[in-house]
């Protein structure tokens, strides 16, 4: 099984700011299947990146992904009020699927 | 528009059984895979398995292997999760997802809360 780490675990910033979220796994994810998902209180997860740097329909392109392998990075390039949720990274390369524990991205 | 419409929140006592429901819309049924996850109050989210609508087969993860049965109605493009056993450890939200296999999961249900209590 794939073990995903994400970091850190809260990131505290303000509208307008960077953010820089890592999802890290324990062996290489197979051509690069590594999704990410943003997901706000009472709702479902919302597709963001697939492939590892693909963005998902609809997404703005202030959301970036890039990474290969083990490591992966999801980048917010000027964070909007909207945006402020739980990120989780995913990898569908392998079963079973696994997700991480999710990185919090919350108002300083 | 594709759509993924969940059956509503069911309240179980421990040893019972649930099915939760995953109507889908908007898309070829048969083409896409399904996956089953759920999440606890607060916690993450946790894969419980896929089912193929097309031909009916089905993988489960490893911690719901014996408790889990993952079918379909091609009729109804309806898809079932059906979880034996409960126990208080298994109230969460479960969701189901269209799987696409280069995208990941594109579209999502809108949840179903199982909450499991005597």
């Known amino acids: 099984e794939i073990v995903l780490t994400q970091s850190p675990g809260t990131l505290s910033l303000s509208p307008g700011e960077r953010a820089t979220l890592s999802c890290r796994a324990s062996?290489?994810?197979?051509?690069?299947?590594l999704a990410w998902y943003q997901q706000k209180p009472g709702q479902a997860p919302r597709l963001l990146i697939y492939?590892?740097?693909s963005r998902a329909t609809g997404i703005p392109d202030r959301f970036s992904g890039s990474g290969s392998g083990t490591d992966f990075t999801l980048t917010i390039s000027r964070l909007e009020p909207e945006d402020f949720a739980v990120y989780y990274c995913?990898?569908?390369?392998?079963?079973?699927?696994?997700f991480g524990p999710g990185t919090k991205v919350d108002i300083k | 528009q594709v759509q993924l419409v969940q059956s509503g929140a069911e309240v179980k006592k421990p040893g019972a059984s649930v099915k939760v429901s995953c109507k889908a819309s908007?898309?070829?049924?048969?083409?896409?895979?399904m996956h089953w996850v759920r999440q606890a109050p607060g916690q993450g989210l946790e894969w419980m398995g896929i089912?193929?609508?097309?031909?009916?087969?089905?993988n489960y993860a490893q911690n719901f292997q014996g408790r889990v049965t993952m079918t379909r109605d091609t009729s109804t493009s309806t898809v079932y999760m059906e979880l034996s056993s409960l126990r208080s450890e298994d109230t969460a939200v479960y969701y189901c997802?269209?799987?696409?296999?280069?995208?990941?999961?594109?579209?999502w249900g809108q949840g179903t809360l199982v909450t499991v209590s005597s």
């Open positions: 997802a269209r799987a696409d296999t280069v995208t990941g999961y594109d579209y």
């Open positions: 908007g898309y070829t049924f048969t083409s896409y895979y």
């Open positions: 089912i193929h609508p097309g031909g009916g087969s089905t």
């Open positions: 062996q290489s994810v197979s051509s690069s299947y």
């Open positions: 492939g590892a740097s």
């Open positions: 995913q990898q569908y390369g392998s079963s079973p699927i696994t």
